[in-house]
C-alpha cells in the first residue's frame, strides 16, 4: 500500500521521531535560545530527521512565515502544527509547504471535524489527528491515511491525566 510522504518517511525512519521547531513553550518560555530556525532545521537533518514539524500558533511564538522558512531549507515532509478549524487554512497550509497538518478532535464538533479529514486528503496532505478521549477515536474517518496521536492533556484545561 502507498501512503503519503509525511507517512512514508515515518515508516521508513530507522527512529521514527518528528523533531519539532517550536520557538516556546505553552508558558511562553523561550525553547531555541540563541538558535535561529535555520540552526535549529540544520542540526535537525544532522541528526537525521526523517520529518518535521512546526509550530506554527502565536501562543507558542510561531507565525506562518516559519514554516515557509523551514519549507525553504529541507525537503523533508513537515507537519503544521497549529489549530485547523477551516478548509481555507488548509490550501494555506499546502502552499506554504507543509506535507501534513495537525486536526485536533477536541476543538470541533463530529461533522466539521470529518469535514476537515477529508479536505486534508483531497489536499494531498496527511492529516495528523489529534485525540485525548476513547470516544474521540470513533470520529476519525479514514484512519488508515491518517496519523493518530494521542494527547495526555486537555487543551481546555492544560490538565494532564
Same mark, same amino acid.
Given at each position: 500500500?502507498?501512503?503519503?510522504?509525511?507517512?512514508?518517511?515515518?515508516?521508513? $525512519?530507522?527512529?521514527?521521531?518528528?523533531? =519539532?521547531?517550536?520557538? &516556546?513553550?505553552?508558558?511562553?518560555?523561550?525553547?531555541?535560545? *540563541?538558535?535561529?530556525?535555520?540552526?535549529?532545521?540544520? *542540526?535537525?537533518?544532522? $541528526?537525521? /530527521?526523517?520529518?518535521?514539524?512546526?509550530? +506554527? @500558533?502565536?501562543?507558542?511564538?510561531?507565525? !506562518?512565515?516559519?514554516?515557509?522558512?523551514?519549507?525553504?531549507? %529541507?525537503?523533508?515532509? #513537515?507537519?503544521?502544527? !497549529?489549530?485547523?478549524?477551516?478548509?481555507? &487554512?488548509? /490550501?494555506? /497550509?499546502?502552499?506554504? @509547504? /507543509?506535507?501534513?497538518?495537525?486536526? %485536533?478532535?477536541?476543538?470541533?464538533?463530529?461533522?466539521?471535524? &470529518?469535514?476537515?479529514? =477529508? +479536505?486534508?486528503?483531497?489536499? @494531498?496532505? +496527511?492529516?495528523?489527528?489529534?485525540?485525548?478521549?476513547?470516544? =474521540?477515536?470513533?470520529?476519525? #474517518?479514514?484512519?488508515? =491515511?491518517?496519523?493518530?496521536?494521542?494527547?495526555?492533556?486537555?487543551?481546555? +484545561?492544560?490538565?494532564?491525566?
Amino acid at each position: 500500500m502507498s501512503h503519503a510522504p509525511f507517512i512514508e518517511a515515518l515508516l521508513g $525512519a530507522r527512529l521514527p521521531v518528528i523533531m =519539532e521547531v517550536k520557538r &516556546q513553550d505553552g508558558h511562553g518560555d523561550e525553547l531555541m535560545g *540563541e538558535r535561529t530556525v535555520s540552526e535549529v532545521v540544520s *542540526e535537525y537533518l544532522a $541528526a537525521g /530527521a526523517s520529518c518535521l514539524s512546526v509550530v +506554527t @500558533g502565536r501562543w507558542f511564538g510561531g507565525n !506562518d512565515d516559519m514554516l515557509r522558512e523551514v519549507a525553504g531549507l %529541507t525537503d523533508l515532509p #513537515i507537519l503544521k502544527k !497549529d489549530f485547523i478549524t477551516r478548509e481555507r &487554512q488548509i /490550501a494555506d /497550509a499546502k502552499e506554504m @509547504g /507543509a506535507s501534513a497538518i495537525l486536526l %485536533t478532535a477536541r476543538i470541533l464538533p463530529k461533522a466539521p471535524f &470529518q469535514k476537515l479529514i =477529508e +479536505t486534508t486528503l483531497r489536499h @494531498g496532505l +496527511t492529516p495528523f489527528v489529534e485525540v485525548a478521549e476513547v470516544d =474521540e477515536i470513533d470520529t476519525v #474517518i479514514h484512519a488508515e =491515511e491518517c496519523i493518530v496521536a494521542v494527547n495526555n492533556k486537555d487543551i481546555r +484545561t492544560q490538565e494532564r491525566d
